[in-house]
């Protein structure tokens, strides 16, 4: 019995012991697994660091885009500096080192970056390389002094029309435009008055409906913006600021024209007055299409009423411009006019039923990104969301 007592005692000893050394065992791998070289802690602090890392590359890399894009494509001090500001906010940028044309020296948290004029990035001496996520607001940029056609207004494709970038600022969003006319419209009447003077007067609201008709049908599905690549649509020549994040409506929305002279007292306050819509647009020395060379090769219909009134006569035209960025109020491009004596038609009214190229212009969704593509006409942006 001694014997048998003793032998179980050996080994509830031993199995101890043997216990004991194996959960320290356990307990320095666990240890090691957590705190060690490349234990859990280490790694998930590196991973932290690596994530900060990453994080102010992005901001850098986003604070050049928003450079290029209120410098429309140039980099200078002023906007390169406005760009940190809106990436990493004004107390962040006084660190900033300007040599006037660069490059630029940026003191980030993490790093010390540095931004060369033509746009690369330099992190303490290693290049970032650009996002693989392109935002097209980031990438479409547009730039009247560039050399080439695509460099001023790099080309893009939405439901398979080829289009340039249009506006691409605060003020007017990112907008691309057909890069032709697609089609032609035909307005007024050469017979009906009525059906004239409604033209004349619906005129915005009926091409920028049409142009809404160049929307794809996914865009015009009644689906949030965020799924969205065009957003609205609106004809060549109507207003281009937004409103509210939107393209507006008709700017004259009252028949106001009145004329003091007898041979029009009983149509006076039938008529829309004239309006400037185009002028963002399409005015002859200053407007988007003739800073970028973007017209069309025919004429195009403008979403904008022109008036002239004499003692001999009163027009009412729908603007229109021309290939060498022009306007031509006669030549039969107006809708119809009133006369004091014999018109064209034997009476005092003639009413004429012109045609001119259309051309439609899309809002894109801020979330819209880059699929592929380089710009040029042989390759141009396609865009996905």
Not at 20 to 41: E, R, T
Not at 52 to 75: C, F, N, R
Not at 117 to 124: A, C, F, P, R
Not at 153 to 172: A, E, M, W
Request: with cysteine; proline share 3%.
């Amino acid at each position: 019995m001694k014997n048998f007592k003793r032998n179980v005692d050996g080994i509830t000893l031993i199995a101890l012991v043997v216990t004991i050394i194996v959960l320290l065992i356990l307990a320095g791998i666990s240890i090691n697994m957590l705190i060690g070289k490349n234990g859990i802690i280490r790694s998930a602090g590196q991973a932290s660091e690596t994530t900060k890392d990453v994080s102010e590359d992005e901001q850098l890399k986003l604070a050049v885009a928003d450079a290029l894009i209120y410098g429309t494509g140039t980099l200078t001090t002023d906007n390169v500096r406005q760009g940190l500001i809106s990436e990493f906010g004004e107390n962040k940028v006084t660190d900033t080192t300007f040599t006037g044309t660069g490059p630029w020296t940026f003191k980030g948290e993490r790093k010390t970056y540095t931004i060369e004029k033509n746009g690369k990035i330099t992190s303490e001496g290693t290049p970032i390389s650009p996002t693989e996520e392109k935002l097209a607001k980031k990438v479409l940029l547009i730039n009247p002094d560039a050399s080439t056609d695509y460099g001023k207004s790099p080309y893009v494709t939405y439901n398979n029309i080829l289009c340039r970038v249009f506006y691409n600022d605060t003020d007017h969003g990112l907008q691309i435009i057909s890069a032709d006319n697609e089609g032609n419209v035909t307005l007024g009447s050469d017979s009906d008055f009525n059906e004239a003077k409604n033209d004349y007067n619906d005129l915005v609201n009926i091409l920028n409906n049409k142009a809404k008709d160049y929307m794809s049908e996914a865009d015009k599905a009644d689906v949030t913006d965020e799924n969205k690549i065009a957003i609205d649509a609106r004809s060549l020549g109507s207003i281009a600021k937004l409103q509210g994040g939107k393209f507006q409506g008709d700017s004259v929305t009252e028949m106001e024209f009145e004329s003091s002279y007898n041979y029009f007292t009983g149509y006076n306050r039938q008529f829309k007055v004239a309006d400037n819509n185009y002028e963002d647009d399409a005015l002859e020395t200053t407007g988007q299409l003739k800073k970028l060379g973007l017209n069309a090769t025919s004429r195009t219909w403008l979403a904008s009423r022109e008036t002239s009134s004499s003692e001999y006569s009163t027009w009412f035209i729908h603007r229109s411009v021309l290939p060498d960025n022009s306007y031509d109020y006669r030549g039969g491009y107006f809708l119809s006019f009133l006369y004091n004596g014999v018109g064209p038609k034997g009476g005092p009214k003639d009413y004429r039923k012109p045609s001119a190229g259309f051309r439609p212009v899309f809002l894109l969704s801020s979330d819209v990104k880059i699929k592929s593509g380089d710009g040029t006409k042989n390759a141009p942006y396609e865009l996905e969301i």
